[in-house]
């Protein structure tokens, strides 16, 4: 039933019900705004009293919600010339690359192995090297379909390490900076494409499912497009997470309007499940952690925050230490990672 409401220039129609347990939420925080790139409009976060689930009540209808994404990430323009990498830069893809061989089985020398061991001293930038490849172990040859995109850097990465790429995203300014990199991708919704059964080894969705509103039903068509014993991979922000138990409202993965549901280990899992999913192992990550504390601060302090400016130095280090604090706690708390990272195999 649609709401009667519109919140800035946005028609919204209400959810009051959890979509997976079907009981009523519970108002978890009121009167959000859009602090990151400035959608009009104050919003609600309702939460499940059963299963968890975050989401937003009343939320942007399908027809509307793209008003959303006026000045996203994706959308900053061209990228800039390209510039051999420096020498550091290319010893930091040796060990990097030797890092994936050992993890994830990418073949690579015993030597550049041997070096690759050197990333693991750095936390941060391993949990990034992770994500750049959606945790999946290397398959020669292997087809992998990209579901939302955004800037196209995992695409060009998993070609970089032998994938067959292909990628989907609703975004045509996304969707037109991929193709200029000569990805071969397509615009629209993942259901609209009709791929044919069985057509992808893997299928990596980075970020996307919280923006999706009817995630079972995008689940359901990645496991008829996966063929038998394929992979499905997906990260999203973790509302179990340290970072929302110590910052609340001013979390920067609640990020209203665009973030329609917020999930946790449980959740997650529960759905993908649900969807007709076996093997599923999920863990919780901190990547990117000094980011998403130091945007937390910036909610607190000053009610705003820029996702392209580098961090300063300060901020980096402060960063860093509630990063290892995380890291520390996650020995004893493993579901309180800032994002839930899963993989589970269709039967």
Not at 90 to 102: E, I, P
Not at 153 to 165: A, D, F, K, N, Y
Request: aromatic fraction near 10%.
């Amino acid at each position: 039933m649609l709401a009667p409401s519109v919140k800035g220039g946005i028609r919204v129609f209400a959810r009051p019900d959890c979509m997976m347990c079907d009981r009523s939420g519970g108002v978890l925080y009121t009167g959000l705004r859009d602090r990151l790139y400035g959608t009009p409009g104050d919003w609600t976060l309702k939460q499940c009293p059963v299963c968890g689930l975050v989401w937003l009540d009343p939320m942007p209808r399908i027809e509307d919600i793209a008003k959303a994404y006026g000045s996203y990430y994706t959308h900053r323009g061209a990228e800039a010339p390209f510039a051999p990498p420096s020498f550091f830069r290319r010893v930091w893809r040796y060990a990097k690359d030797g890092y994936l061989s050992l993890k994830y089985g990418y073949e690579r020398s015993i030597l550049q192995r041997a070096i690759g061991l050197l990333v693991y001293l750095d936390m941060d930038r391993r949990a990034g090297i992770d994500y750049q490849v959606m945790y999946l172990q290397a398959i020669c040859g292997g087809r992998l379909l990209e579901v939302g995109f955004g800037g196209g850097e995992t695409l060009m990465e998993m070609s970089r390490l032998g994938w067959e790429v292909q990628g989907v995203d609703p975004d045509p300014v996304a969707v037109e900076a991929a193709r200029a990199r000569s990805l071969n991708v397509r615009c629209g919704s993942l259901e609209e494409q009709k791929y044919p059964d069985a057509s992808f080894d893997a299928i990596v969705m980075g970020h996307v499912i919280e923006h999706v509103h009817d995630p079972e039903r995008l689940l359901r068509e990645c496991r008829r497009i996966l063929r038998p014993g394929g992979q499905l991979s997906i990260v999203t922000p973790n509302a179990a997470s340290w970072g929302h138990q110590r910052h609340h409202s001013d979390w920067l993965h609640l990020d209203p309007p665009r973030h329609l549901h917020v999930f946790s280990v449980w959740t997650l899992r529960k759905l993908v499940e649900e969807a007709g999913f076996l093997g599923v192992r999920a863990r919780t990550t901190l990547r990117d952690a000094p980011r998403l504390f130091t945007a937390c601060r910036s909610l607190r302090m000053w009610g705003q925050f820029s996702m392209t400016r580098p961090l300063t130095p300060a901020e980096k280090l402060r960063g860093r230490c509630l990063q290892l604090i995380e890291w520390t706690m996650l020995k004893f708390q493993p579901s309180s990672g800032e994002e839930v990272a899963l993989i589970a195999v269709n039967p």
